[in-house]
């Protein structure tokens, strides 16, 4: 329920609301269950934004169950939230040694080694990712960023175009088509991710903006992502390497401290 209303596929309120009632009812019948701990870390933490509360679910969780493959990912989710990206990646690894078929532990891990600007390993962490799970939404997506960042704009093009989620498609390639210099291609697909997915995507459409340099449009994004509730601004701003080029505006701090992240 909570993926479901990440990708937009049913309102973010209801999502989480059938995700709170789902692991409430986990924990009636079972108080230390460390699986629903996590799960009440999450929502917390990406529709709550009370990341002293999702601490406190997640320290319980470990406490339950320190070797717990998922607890340990949820747990490396937490970290990567609040930037600490080194944490993230042992919290992965550490889930993937319990669990090294966890095409969400892989995708995790790349997006933690992203947001420390490792971006070969990041790249082989995705690609680990696509091999157990080949139509895993949005890693074609976050590989073609990583080959981006690596300079090889026309291999991040052809990985961009195999991402099958429309909307992380469009996001892929108005930030890479904008790199390569082919304004109208990424222009085109900006537009199309304000049409269609405006209402669902204002962090992608956010990050866009940002990684054209247009401040403007990007914190006017964020703000409408903040109004919607977008997940993407706990999961996502840390590690973006895209909204580094705005973190000097003064509007930065204003923002981080609205959602109660430390600049």
Wanted: no cysteine; hydrophobic share 45%; glycine share 8%.
């Amino acid at each position: 329920w909570t993926r479901e209303a990440d990708y937009g596929w049913v309102p973010v309120s209801e999502g989480y609301a059938r995700a709170r009632a789902a692991v409430e009812r986990a924990l009636a019948l079972d108080p230390d269950l460390a699986e629903a701990h996590a799960g009440m870390g999450r929502i917390q933490s990406v529709y709550d934004w009370d990341l002293g509360a999702a601490k406190a679910s997640y320290a319980r969780a470990l406490g339950l169950a320190p070797g717990n493959a998922v607890v340990l990912r949820s747990a490396g989710e937490l970290a990567r939230n609040l930037g600490q990206f080194d944490d993230a990646i042992d919290l992965n690894r550490r889930a993937l040694e319990q669990d090294p078929l966890s095409f969400a532990s892989y995708t995790n891990l790349g997006i933690a080694l992203q947001g420390a600007d490792r971006f070969v390993e990041a790249g082989s962490a995705y690609r680990k990712a696509l091999e157990l799970a080949p139509n895993r939404i949005g890693t074609h997506a976050a590989l073609a960023l990583t080959l981006l960042a690596q300079g090889a704009g026309e291999k991040a093009l052809a990985e961009a175009a195999l991402e099958s989620e429309e909307a992380f498609r469009l996001w892929a390639l108005a930030i890479v088509q904008h790199a390569q210099g082919h304004a109208a291609e990424s222009d085109e697909a900006l537009r199309m991710l304000i049409e269609k997915y405006g209402e669902d995507s204002a962090y992608q459409i956010a990050e866009v903006h940002a990684a054209r340099g247009d401040a403007d449009a990007a914190f006017e994004w964020l703000g409408r992502a903040y109004a919607q509730r977008d997940g993407g601004l706990i999961t996502e701003m840390k590690a973006s390497p895209f909204l580094r080029i705005i973190r000097g505006d003064p509007r930065w701090s204003v923002f981080s401290a609205k959602m109660g992240l430390a600049v």
